[in-house]
């Protein structure tokens, strides 16, 4: 229960610190974030005009710095976060609820997989150590997650979508079909997701094969793997239940960071196949300089990222009592 408590206060003091600091940096930043999105399109403003789109963007320039903060921080834990400027009048809430499931299902999915396959990869790897699965597979997906995620984007538009004509590549479903919960658009959807999700998972496999791999080839060499060994326990037996159980806690932080980080998506990935997911969004958000959908974004990513550190240090604290016995 101690364990509990400071993991729960630790994840509660990071969320303030991080919402204070998403607060801070924008009002920090020059400029008028107005002025540069109406300048785009309609030239100067007069004050009238300008003090009228400021209120309706919900952009206070002479407001008391104590009473927008606790106004701010009320707005977020109600999940209110202003209005995006550059999908006006549309709120920030609903323009990031359109794209949010988007990137959840492309890249949550496929950093689920890739870790999944590439720490029993890794260590199927090290248990068969100097085999021809050892030998193989994890040079040649370590080489290949050290491309860039657009380069190999690129390599499979021009392979399965342009020479093959396989696969489309653009956007998450077909323009000309109408969205509806039918079978027919889940598979339009599905097929638009096989390039992207294949660009994610053949880029991310190889970190997971080499991190499972070195964690098992020291923990095979552990006194109570051989005590196992000793006492004629089944190898499948010893391979999952001792040496990959305790190889697999080192791995649960990096798992978690990721996961958190599935909510900004796959940026690159995103932009090179036109994909309708959060990266994407992050990206026009900042090129329309469109501060309360950055900073709404901003928040969501932070806020994933220390929600999954915290699941994952339960999860270790449950696989191994040692950690919780230290506190």
Known sequence: ????????????????????????????????????????????????????IEVAFGIHTHENIFVAYVQYIGNTLQGNFGTSLSNFPNSVTSVISKALPWTLGLVGITTILGFIIGTAVGAIAAWRR??????????????????????????????????????????????????T??????????NHAVLPAFTILITSIGGW?????????????????????????RPRRILWQYAGRNALLPNLTGFAMSLGFVIS???????????????FMLLQAVENEDYPLMQALFLLITVAVLVAIFLSDIATAILDPRTRNQE
């Open 265 to 279: 998506g796959a940026i690159l990935v995103e932009f090179v196949f036109n994909y309708p997911g959060v990266g």
């Open 181 to 190: 919960f039918t079978v027919s658009f889940i598979l339009d959807i599905l």
């Open 1 to 52: 229960m101690r364990y509990l408590v400071r993991r729960i206060g630790f994840l509660l003091i990071a969320l303030w610190a991080a919402i204070t600091l998403n607060f801070f940096i924008p009002r920090l930043m020059p400029g008028n974030p107005a002025i540069a999105m109406m300048a785009k399109f309609h030239g100067h403003l007069n004050p009238a005009s300008l003090h009228a």
């Open 209 to 233: 094969i080499l991190t499972m791999r070195n964690n098992m080839i020291t923990v095979v060499a552990e006194d109570y793997v051989k005590m196992a060994r000793a006492k004629g326990l």
């Open 130 to 179: 100097g085999g021809v699965l050892d030998s193989v597979l994890p040079p040649v997906f370590i080489v290949v997650s050290a491309f860039p995620y657009f380069w190999i984007g690129l390599m499979a538009i021009w392979l399965f979508a342009i020479t093959l004509n396989w696969l489309p590549f653009l956007g998450g479903y077909t323009e000309t079909v109408t969205p």
